[in-house]
Every structure is written in structure tokens, then in C-alpha cells.
């Protein structure tokens, strides 16, 4: 057990984490610790390790996540989505996933009053079902867009917020 361990961090750090912004091809495991090993097991499959998204399907976070921190209800919906509130990291493992997004895929975007989540305000926020997820979403990609943040077809899923379904 402990070699497949080993060799999915073996693959992890030499092969699927290669396109990570702060990640050198070759580098030492050690680099590989903290919040970017919890999104490289828990939310890269998804998302993808640069952030790309699933073009239609999954929203990229690469240029887009800190974009949320500048409307009011974003901070909340960010951990509230069903793979932040869903996932089986505990809650200061989860604040941290969260930090270290918002870092490094929303690098220059994050609002300047800003403060890191805490695993306190994770763990009040996750518990709280998101009823209407898309409605939400949609009042505040409309609200990035009145602020001039988004352009007016952007969505965040690679085409326009007209043709999703």
C-alpha cells in the first residue's frame, strides 16, 4: 500500500503537476506538501492542476476564482459550491485549499480588503446547503460584469453564458 502511495506522488510530481504555476517538473516531493498536495488529490481532477477547468463543464480557476472575493456574496459561494462544501478535507485543511487558490489562480484579481478564510468560517459556511447554485452564480457573474470585471459573455466555463444549459 505504501508503494502506491508513493508512486501516485511520484506521478503526481513528475508528470500530471507539470502546467502548476508554482510547480518545476523534477522538483522534490518535499515541494509537493500543504494545500497544493490536498487540491492535487482532491480537486485536480477536475479543475485541472493549471487551473484550466473542463471547458462546458467545470469553471476554470486560472484568472477568474479571485474575481468572486471582489463582489459581495462571493466569498460565501466560494465555499459553499458542492466541491468545496462536499469535500472530505476538514475544515482548516479546506481554508487552506482555499487561500492557496485564491493565490495562485487568482493572483491580481483578489479584492484588496481580502482576508485568508479561516477553518472556523469554512466549517459555518460548508454546512449551509446551496439551494440554487446557478441562480446564484449567475446574480454574481452579473454583478462582476456591472463592475466591469467580466466581459459580458464570460462565465467562466470557456464559452458564453448564453449557450449554457
Known amino acids: 500500500m505504501r508503494r502506491k502511495g508513493l508512486a ?17 517538473p ?5 515541494q509537493l506538501t500543504g494545500p497544493r498536495i490536498d487540491f492535487a488529490l482532491r480537486c485536480r481532477g477536475c479543475h485541472g492542476f493549471a ?4 471547458p462546458g463543464h467545470v469553471p476554470r480557476l ?18 459553499r459550491v458542492p ?15 482555499l487561500n ?6 487568482g493572483a491580481g484579481q483578489v479584492a484588496p480588503s481580502f482576508t485568508p478564510y479561516s477553518a472556523a468560517e469554512v466549517s459555518r459556511a460548508r ?7 446557478r441562480s446564484i452564480r449567475d446574480q ?12 459580458p459573455g464570460e462565465d467562466g466555463f470557456g464559452r458564453s453564458a448564453e449557450g449554457r444549459g
Open 8 to 24: 501516485l506522488l511520484l506521478w503526481l510530481a513528475l508528470g500530471a503537476g507539470a502546467g502548476a504555476a508554482d510547480y518545476t
Open 26 to 30: 523534477g522538483a522534490p516531493l518535499e
Open 51 to 54: 487551473g484550466e477547468g473542463t
Open 62 to 79: 486560472d484568472g477568474f476564482v479571485g474575481l468572486f472575493t471582489q463582489v459581495p456574496g462571493g466569498r460565501d459561494y466560494l465555499m
Open 83 to 97: 466541491g468545496v462544501a462536499r469535500s472530505r478535507l476538514d475544515d482548516a485543511r479546506l481554508a487552506g485549499v
Open 100 to 105: 492557496w487558490v485564491l493565490a495562485t489562480y
Open 127 to 133: 454546512r449551509q446547503v446551496l439551494l440554487d447554485r
Open 140 to 151: 454574481l457573474l452579473a454583478a462582476m460584469r456591472d463592475r466591469g470585471l467580466l466581459d
